[in-house]
């Protein structure tokens, strides 16, 4: 009985102990668990705008939508900016998802360069400087043929995980265009366009990812059928261009990109009239005499190497010396700093015909492309204003424009190679994707001045065996990557792009 007694006082001089000990143990599984997830931030305004000569009203939504994991929790905040056409037929009304590159960059300069209502004006091939930097109405804006949702994957603009989840899921080719899949058909969904006509188009690593979209949107029984891919400066194969010992490759993509910017500075004897016929004479030797020269190697007569070297010359704008050197392979990076040495200059990545003050002018390592530091300030500032003010978007959030993704994964879910480690190449996924699809067409947007996704490149990742060339259609501009920098070219990709669609 005495020992009765005793546990059960024991018990009672313990009890605020064990409370305590349960409410502590409650306090620490609370603040381990992730913040309860608010719900999606979304602004919806109306506009009025004239495009393509025609007097629009639009409504601009401008937001958040979440992609939920496998327990239908929110896993994702994807943000997009969708214009649509006040009293459009969703039956026939075209819509068409936009996107940029990087991988890591927010789709601001699709959006606030080329196809938006509002575009910031910058002066062509030349630094942008400090602000203000004029946003004024974009006439050249697709909204009078199509409606239009510009998406920022997960990392960048303003999208970013939830509830604790790791962005590096949604960080790679194949899990990249899945969530980007997922968020369309949602958006289709919610707005009720699955019967629309439907356009995906991306730039640069947005050209990768569209055709790695098209395969999750079309490679499967539950089709989301695509009337067309829109590609502006293109990149489907990252082997072909691959810089690495014994692939001569790059040599014979990137020649005809040498030719070019050679022709815009005036460092080619006796030019051609145009920068296509100047195309065309390098397309020629690259695929022959060059190919030819640098396929054989070490086998390379003196007589055959002499003439290939004069041609080489003649086409770069380089010395005999020089190409001597370097035994007839001249990188990118090389060519930059040396075409316009005597000029004291370099020329840009993104577009070659930025030139810039390169405080290291012997080597290869130097400043940064002045082409991209020409324009990214103006951009950055446009979309921040633009959201911000015009579209009432209200976040405490860092618009992040690009680099906001680490750690991408290259590999291609289901492709073969020695343990899986083998070069990306999404092209095949088009090439079914048109046998697959009668319907489907594909726009081909390349700049002459572009060295990140050379036009030989994109010309030669779409001549393959198996790929219908009667629904490809290429387009050349006077500018580089971003060859609406350039208002003539502004003028005319829009005026491309808006043919193209209509044509369907």
Do not use: C
């Amino acid at each position: 009985m005495r020992l009765t007694t005793s546990l059960t006082a024991l018990a009672i001089a313990l009890a605020p102990f064990a409370a305590h000990a349960a409410d502590r143990k409650k306090d620490e599984e609370a603040a381990a668990a992730p913040a309860p997830v608010p719900p999606p931030t979304v602004s919806v305004t109306k506009h009025k705008g004239v495009f393509g000569g025609q007097s629009i009203a639009y409504t601009a939504t401008t937001g958040e939508t979440y992609l939920n994991d496998k327990d239908g929790k929110p896993a994702a905040a994807i943000f997009s900016t969708a214009y649509v056409r006040d009293g459009g037929d969703p039956k026939t009304r075209p819509v068409t998802f936009l996107y940029n590159g990087g991988p890591g960059s927010g789709s601001l300069w699709l959006h606030m360069g080329a196809f938006g209502p509002k575009r910031v004006v910058l002066p062509d091939a030349k630094d942008d400087g400090a602000p203000p930097y004029p946003l004024v109405d974009n006439p050249e804006s697709l909204l009078d043929v199509t409606d239009m949702v510009f998406i920022d994957p997960v990392g960048t603009g303003f999208s970013h995980t939830l509830g604790g989840k790791d962005p590096k899921d949604y960080w790679g080719v194949s899990s990249d265009a899945r969530s980007i899949s997922e968020f369309i058909r949602k958006w289709l969904s919610e707005n009720g366009r699955w019967a629309s006509p439907k356009y995906i188009g991306g730039e640069s690593y947005g050209t990768t990812r569209s055709v790695a979209l098209i395969n999750e949107l079309e490679g499967s029984y539950n089709d989301v059928a695509v009337n067309g891919i829109i590609l502006i400066s293109t990149i489907l194969d990252f082997a072909a261009p691959a810089e690495v010992q014994g692939n001569e490759m790059p040599y014979i993509l990137n020649l005809p990109s040498m030719t070019t910017t050679a022709w815009y500075h005036r460092k080619l004897p006796n030019p051609t009239a145009t920068v296509a016929e100047a195309a065309a004479q390098a397309r020629a030797f690259a695929i022959g005499p060059y190919a030819a020269a640098l396929l054989k190697g070490n086998q390379l007569g003196a007589e055959e190497r002499a003439s290939v070297r004069a041609e080489l010359s003649r086409l770069t704008g380089l010395s005999e010396q020089f190409l001597d050197n370097a035994n007839l392979r001249v990188t990118p990076g090389r060519f930059y700093k040396e075409l316009l040495r005597d000029r004291g200059l370099t020329v840009g990545r993104l577009d070659s015909r930025y030139t810039g003050i390169d405080y290291d002018r012997a080597g290869e390592e130097g400043d940064n492309d002045p082409s991209f530091y020409g324009i990214d300030a103006s951009y950055t500032s446009a979309v921040n204003s633009y959201l911000r003010g015009d579209l009432k978007y209200a976040t405490d959030r860092q618009y992040v424009t690009i680099g906001g993704v680490r750690g991408w994964d290259w590999k291609l879910e289901g492709q073969g190679g020695r343990d899986g480690e083998v070069y990306v190449n999404v092209a095949p996924y088009l090439g079914r994707a048109l046998r697959e699809n009668s319907g489907l067409r594909v726009f081909v947007g390349q700049g002459y001045y572009d060295f990140a996704t050379p036009f030989f490149g994109a010309e030669y990742s779409l001549n393959r065996p198996g790929f219908d060339p009667a629904r490809i259609q290429f387009h050349y501009y006077d500018a580089g990557h971003m060859m609406y920098v350039r208002q003539e070219d502004l003028r005319k990709l829009s005026a491309d792009v808006k043919a193209f669609i209509r044509a369907r």
